[in-house]
């Protein structure tokens, strides 16, 4: 059964989201930011940037609330340039080598020691396409990377202004070797189960929401299966942002975290469904301090379907394992 983006927010989402104060970062903050800047920041600094905005191709997996390039061209940050997560990647496989990637950033221009925001816009979690985006920069080794809080939701709330039609940057050399950081991914089912052994102490960490955690969801038309990785803590991203979008208060989700025994020191193993809403809490914990972490790129949907040829090496569970 393929249900609309709206039913399956309300099959997988049974919980509401933190409320509109509840925030990560102060609006009125004047220290220089760690990985997200709000729209005030952003709008004050957009000559010293290089600002991305983050759409899904036309062609790719339909939602009800979605930014397309047509929509780009229509109307966006100004001096925002457009990429497509495809770029990266098809939605459900694997980011391409790094050099590949690094040849995309080459084209847009955009070098190792760029700045560059990225923002993106989609329905209840605004920032996790972007945030992916954002991790190939970061594990490459653009060395200021950041997202904006809210996503085009929190620029058109703050009646910034817009320009239309396509920006372009002259290409340039990426500057360094890739990828800076090479731990970071841990791309296939076959690795995670080897890292796991040879690191007993790691932390496989969900970010899909409590109903997908224990099963009771029904999955998604793009991704088979119900359950979560056996042995995996919840993380989850059902408090992650409030409801207008923002990232919440860390008082939301981070008792949470540290009653499933997942603490700032541990090493952690991020993944959810296909790897982008596991790519906006690397960047919180980032933002919050957590040291030792990387993403399990595959994440459920390849784990799936490696349980399926082989359940015993890739088991998986369902419930509450408490």
């Given at each position: 059964?393929?249900l609309s983006?709206?039913?399956?927010m309300k099959q997988?989402?049974n919980?509401?989201?933190?409320g509109?104060?509840?925030?990560?970062?102060?609006s009125q903050?004047?220290?220089h930011?760690?990985?997200f800047v709000d729209?005030?920041?952003?709008?004050?600094?957009?000559?010293?940037?290089?600002?991305?905005?983050?759409?899904r191709?036309?062609?790719?997996y339909?939602?009800?609330?979605?930014r397309?390039?047509?929509h780009?061209?229509e109307?966006?940050?100004?001096?925002a340039i457009?990429?497509?997560?495809?770029?990266?990647?098809?939605?459900?496989?694997?980011?391409?080598s790094?050099?590949?990637m690094?040849?995309?950033f080459?084209?847009?221009?955009?070098?190792?020691d760029t700045p560059?925001?990225?923002?993106?816009?989609?329905?209840?979690?605004?920032?996790?396409?972007?945030?992916?985006?954002?991790?190939a920069?970061y594990y490459?080794g653009?060395?200021?990377?950041?997202?904006l809080d809210?996503?085009?939701q929190?620029?058109e709330?703050?009646?910034y202004?817009?320009?239309?039609g396509e920006?372009?940057?002259?290409?340039?050399v990426f500057?360094r070797?890739?990828?800076?950081y090479?731990e970071?991914?841990v791309q296939t089912?076959?690795?995670v189960?080897q890292?796991?052994?040879?690191?007993?102490e790691?932390?496989?960490?969900s970010v899909?929401?409590?109903n997908?955690?224990?099963?009771?969801?029904q999955g998604?038309?793009w991704n088979?299966?119900?359950g979560e990785?056996?042995?995996?803590l919840?993380?989850g991203d059902d408090f992650?942002?409030?409801e207008q979008?923002?990232?919440a208060?860390p008082?939301?989700?981070?008792?949470s975290?540290?009653a499933w025994g997942i603490?700032?020191?541990?090493?952690?193993?991020?993944?959810c469904?296909t790897s982008?809403r596991?790519s906006?809490c690397f960047f919180?914990?980032?933002e919050?301090?957590?040291?030792?972490?990387?993403?399990?790129?595959?994440?459920?949907y390849?784990w799936y379907?490696?349980?399926?040829?082989?359940?015993e090496?890739?088991?998986?569970?369902q419930?509450?394992?408490?």
């Amino acid at each position: 059964m393929n249900l609309s983006h709206e039913e399956l927010m309300k099959q997988n989402y049974n919980r509401s989201q933190p409320g509109a104060d509840s925030r990560l970062i102060d609006s009125q903050r004047k220290v220089h930011p760690k990985f997200f800047v709000d729209a005030t920041w952003l709008a004050e600094h957009l000559d010293e940037v290089v600002v991305v905005e983050v759409t899904r191709d036309d062609a790719a997996y339909q939602l009800d609330q979605v930014r397309t390039r047509k929509h780009y061209l229509e109307g966006h940050i100004p001096g925002a340039i457009h990429l497509s997560t495809d770029e990266l990647g098809e939605f459900k496989g694997y980011f391409p080598s790094a050099e590949a990637m690094a040849k995309v950033f080459e084209q847009k221009g955009i070098r190792y020691d760029t700045p560059v925001v990225f923002y993106s816009f989609y329905a209840r979690d605004i920032m996790y396409i972007a945030s992916r985006m954002a991790l190939a920069a970061y594990y490459l080794g653009v060395e200021s990377v950041y997202l904006l809080d809210g996503g085009w939701q929190a620029w058109e709330r703050g009646d910034y202004p817009i320009e239309v039609g396509e920006v372009t940057l002259p290409q340039v050399v990426f500057g360094r070797s890739v990828p800076k950081y090479p731990e970071l991914l841990v791309q296939t089912p076959e690795e995670v189960v080897q890292l796991c052994q040879a690191e007993p102490e790691a932390k496989l960490v969900s970010v899909r929401s409590w109903n997908e955690y224990i099963g009771s969801n029904q999955g998604h038309a793009w991704n088979k299966g119900v359950g979560e990785i056996k042995g995996a803590l919840y993380g989850g991203d059902d408090f992650l942002t409030n409801e207008q979008g923002y990232v919440a208060n860390p008082k939301e989700y981070q008792p949470s975290w540290e009653a499933w025994g997942i603490e700032p020191e541990d090493n952690l193993i991020l993944y959810c469904g296909t790897s982008w809403r596991a790519s906006t809490c690397f960047f919180i914990m980032k933002e919050l301090g957590y040291q030792h972490l990387r993403l399990y790129d595959g994440s459920w949907y390849q784990w799936y379907l490696a349980h399926e040829a082989d359940p015993e090496r890739f088991p998986i569970q369902q419930g509450d394992p408490r």
